[in-house]
């Protein structure tokens, strides 16, 4: 994609397989979407969440190995909420990796590989089982410099939006929730000339609009260990676990329709 432009009429995109027209678009592009870096007023500024990850093909004697941690996903909260790790099996292949926000701190690989030592220790990774090399991704959480999220000919959705949560850095939830709304607001707008600004009002609500939340500021103004402190005592209570790092942090209290 070389070039968008969005004007009265619709919105204008130029690729090396010649030139489209649209009356609206959804940038649906990840962290370097084309149309969001157009008309979504990217900033400088934002936070980065560095993630990697391993997919892994199971050769059939390490898939009958594992399948009593086959069944469902599993999620690992960093100790310092800066990230989370996951443990995601897919029939016969194994999804594990790692995610840090603010990414460019350098801790990354050592998170990585404390994950990846856990696993092996669980059982969940056998020492001796080949896992593939891990490979790198980025995107962004919406904090500091949030994105514009729709215009009258666009929206914005998931990671092109800049949605993942200020803590976890978690953005399957809010992409899969900006696509249904984005889609909805979309439908409205060729149908009836609905202006897409509301979808934009309903983002905002949902995942607020860009500030860093209390307990985010909370952490940032603590130094590192007092911060760790800090988090395992709030997590001793079942009560606030549940609803700090199922509700605040994955957002698993979200509705989802």
């Given at each position: 994609m070389?070039?968008?432009s969005?004007g009265?009429?619709?919105v204008?995109?130029e690729?090396?397989?010649?030139?489209?027209?649209a009356?609206?678009?959804?940038?649906?592009g990840?962290?370097?979407?084309?149309?969001?870096?157009?008309?979504?007023e990217?900033?400088?500024?934002?936070?980065?969440?560095?993630?990697?990850?391993?997919?892994?093909?199971?050769a059939?004697?390490w898939?009958?190995r594992?399948?009593?941690?086959?069944?469902?996903?599993e999620?690992?909260?960093?100790?310092?909420?800066?990230?989370?790790?996951?443990?995601?099996?897919?029939?016969?292949?194994?999804n594990i990796?790692i995610?840090v926000?603010?990414?460019?701190?350098?801790?990354?690989?050592?998170?990585?590989d404390?994950?990846?030592?856990?696993?092996?220790?669980?059982?969940?990774?056998?020492?001796?089982?080949?896992?593939?090399?891990?490979k790198?991704?980025?995107?962004?959480?919406?904090?500091?410099a949030?994105?514009?999220?729709?215009g009258?000919?666009f929206?914005?959705?998931?990671?092109?939006?800049?949605?993942?949560?200020?803590?976890?850095?978690?953005?399957?939830?809010?992409?899969?929730r900006?696509?249904?709304l984005?889609?909805?607001?979309v439908?409205?707008?060729?149908?009836?000339?609905?202006?897409?600004?509301?979808?934009?009002?309903?983002?905002?609500?949902?995942?607020?609009?860009g500030?860093?939340?209390?307990?985010?500021r909370?952490?940032?103004r603590?130094?590192d260990?007092?911060?760790?402190?800090a988090?395992?005592?709030?997590?001793g209570?079942?009560a606030?676990?549940r609803r700090?790092v199922?509700?605040?942090?994955?957002?698993?209290g979200?509705?989802?329709?």
């Amino acid at each position: 994609m070389k070039q968008v432009s969005a004007g009265p009429a619709g919105v204008r995109i130029e690729t090396d397989r010649g030139v489209f027209e649209a009356p609206v678009v959804i940038g649906a592009g990840g962290h370097r979407c084309p149309v969001a870096k157009a008309l979504g007023e990217v900033s400088e500024r934002e936070c980065v969440v560095a993630a990697q990850e391993s997919e892994t093909r199971l050769a059939p004697e390490w898939a009958e190995r594992l399948r009593p941690f086959m069944a469902a996903p599993e999620l690992y909260v960093e100790p310092d909420l800066r990230g989370y790790g996951w443990y995601f099996p897919k029939q016969e292949f194994l999804n594990i990796g790692i995610g840090v926000t603010g990414g460019t701190d350098g801790s990354l690989p050592r998170r990585r590989d404390e994950l990846v030592a856990a696993l092996r220790a669980s059982g969940r990774l056998p020492a001796e089982m080949p896992i593939e090399p891990f490979k790198g991704h980025a995107y962004v959480v919406r904090r500091q410099a949030p994105r514009r999220l729709s215009g009258p000919r666009f929206c914005l959705i998931g990671d092109a939006a800049g949605l993942a949560r200020d803590l976890s850095g978690e953005g399957i939830g809010p992409a899969i929730r900006s696509g249904k709304l984005a889609a909805e607001a979309v439908a409205a707008f060729l149908r009836a000339g609905t202006p897409l600004d509301g979808y934009a009002r309903q983002i905002a609500a949902l995942y607020g609009t860009g500030e860093p939340g209390w307990l985010g500021r909370q952490l940032a103004r603590l130094p590192d260990a007092a911060g760790r402190l800090a988090v395992r005592v709030v997590l001793g209570s079942s009560a606030a676990r549940r609803r700090l790092v199922f509700g605040s942090i994955f957002g698993m209290g979200e509705a989802t329709s």
